[in-house]
């Protein structure tokens, strides 16, 4: 009987050894690593991700509504141009102007993404709240204008940036590819 009992405990002093042995570097490992996200965070993400991406479609439906009433075919979303964009407008709060902050025209942008255009053109503001406000000042330019009216461009992207004071920039991207004639 002793021998049974002696058995069993020596095979459970095995198991816990084995289980603390391997169980150390993992709890260390974990230690280590950053929290993961509460799903409050990625709830507030997914959510932020749906208003950026509603903001840009209702700038694009906007700008569509402008071409229309002056007889202009709408402009097609293109989801690269969009993320280029987001560069742009991201880019255009540390520099507000058509050339990016290393001193290259804001069109290098366009090369280095391998999207060679035909026809390109850029818009940017910050400042505004909603999607009509943005358009509504672009509108109200004669060269930002010109631009959302031009025939020739086919593609719009949209960027979105948010910068640490709150403030929005907004980037409008047209292009037509090099090869369309």
């Known amino acids: 009987m002793k021998k049974p009992i002696l058995t069993k405990l020596l095979g459970f ?20 690593a950053p929290p993961p996200a509460t799903d409050e965070a990625a709830a507030q993400q997914t959510d932020d991700a749906a208003v950026i991406a509603e903001f840009k479609a209702e700038i694009i439906r906007l700008v569509n509504l402008e071409r229309a009433e002056h007889g202009v075919a709408a402009l097609e979303y293109m989801e690269p141009l969009c ?48 999607a009509e406000e943005f358009v509504a000042a672009w509108m109200d330019s004669e060269s930002h204008r010109s631009n959302i009216l031009d025939p020739d461009f086919q593609y719009i992207g949209i960027g979105y940036f948010v910068s640490d004071s709150g403030k929005i920039y907004c980037s409008q991207l047209f292009y037509t590819p090099k090869d369309v004639i």
């Open 13 to 32: 002093i095995f198991t816990l050894t084995i289980l603390l042995t391997l169980s150390t570097p993992l709890a260390a490992a974990v230690q280590d």
């Open 83 to 130: 993320g280029i964009a987001d560069i742009r407008a991201e880019e255009s709060s540390v520099t507000f102007r058509h050339v990016r902050p290393d001193g290259s025209r804001c069109f290098t942008i366009f090369k280095e993404n391998n999207l060679f255009y035909r026809f390109a053109g850029e818009n940017l503001a910050y400042g505004y709240k909603t």
